[in-house]
């Protein structure tokens, strides 16, 4: 039997462990949390940090692994490239991981390519914003964070000030992004890639509260939008998917469109949270399994992306959950 690597070991993980497991391989779990839920579920679980690049290599040469990957997560999605692309694995490069987490690179991307994208500034100094004609609203944001830590929109310069020492130190980079407010609804589009060839998931209709840090309330697969809306997304976001070189696994795209007009907010190239179950309940796909094919190199399937039926999931912000958010 083979050995395979799933790096972190939260809930999020667990779907793709029992995939993983499901495929007949020896299944290892690395996290820094000695009481993380995939741990008595693995074959072997190491105490082992999602970050620790270098010791997760080591191990992965140890076992001689048949594949390495990841969900839902940003650092486990850059050590699982790192370490894919040590070992000539199914993985995208390690650079379009790092281009994929800091919004910073991602911008340039966007620019380089001409994909429309708000208008952004990066800061790293909060002196310089004294020197800035700055246009209000302001979205701020850390440049290398998910799952929307630190990001705020601010109305006027005392509002920017006050937060953006609070977004700095979130930023392991200290790199801070002052965006242009977007208007339009907002979608995320789900992927699946191998060997650079592309196949569009689901777009997800995103719902958020009505507060300034831009919490998710709601998630709905199929979107409702009209078929010239769908072709635009799609042809647009295989663009996008280009322009990062993504070759293999999943991929996670936010956009707003407003009248027709795109402008795409981030991309990640992993998989979206609770996105698995989504497109499972809503169209009968194995989202895991497309990705653990496409890790170990496989052609994708062919498969029908008719739905049966909407999926909706609802987030309760309770104040823990909101606190966790907004670290």
Do not use: W
């Not at 789900?190 to 300034?212: C, L, V």
């Amino acid at each position: 039997m083979k050995h395979f690597f799933i790096i972190g070991g939260s809930s999020l993980q667990r779907d793709f462990l029992h995939c993983v497991k499901r495929a007949g391989f020896i299944s290892h779990v690395f996290d820094y949390d000695k009481n993380c839920v995939c741990k008595g579920e693995a074959d072997f679980f190491h105490l082992i940090s999602v970050d620790e690049k270098e010791q997760i290599l080591a191990l992965a040469l140890k076992y001689q692994i048949a594949g390495i990957g990841t969900s839902a997560s940003e650092l486990g999605n850059i050590t699982a490239c790192y370490v894919g692309e040590k070992l000539n694995l199914g993985t995208n490069s390690y650079q379009t991981a790092l281009n994929t987490t800091d919004k910073s690179k991602m911008k340039e991307i966007f620019k380089r390519f001409n994909i429309p994208c708000a208008s952004y500034l990066v800061v790293q100094d909060i002196k310089e914003l004294e020197k800035l004609d700055l246009k209000f609203p302001l979205v701020i944001k850390p440049s290398d964070r998910s799952a929307g830590r630190g990001v705020m929109l601010v109305r006027d310069k005392s509002e920017l000030l006050e937060h953006f020492g609070y977004c700095q130190s979130l930023a392991y980079n200290k790199k801070v992004l002052l965006e242009e407010l977007l208007y339009g609804k907002q979608f995320s589009v789900e992927t699946i890639s191998s060997h650079s060839k592309h196949r569009i998931i689901a777009i997800t209709e995103e719902y958020f509260n009505d507060s300034n840090d831009f919490c998710e309330t709601n998630n709905l697969i199929p979107a409702r939008i009209s078929d010239d809306e769908k072709t635009l997304i799609h042809k647009e976001c295989l663009r996008v998917l280009e322009a990062f070189d993504i070759k293999f696994g999943a991929a996670h795209i936010e956009l707003k469109l407003n009248k027709n007009k795109i402008n795409f907010i981030e991309i990640a190239s992993r998989t979206g949270g609770f996105r698995d179950e989504l497109i499972h309940n809503a169209f009968g796909v194995d989202y895991n399994e497309l990705l653990l094919q496409s890790i170990l190199k496989e052609n994708l399937p062919d498969f029908s992306l008719k739905a049966r039926q909407f999926c909706l999931v609802k987030m309760i912000l309770l104040e823990n959950i909101l606190s966790f958010i907004r670290q």
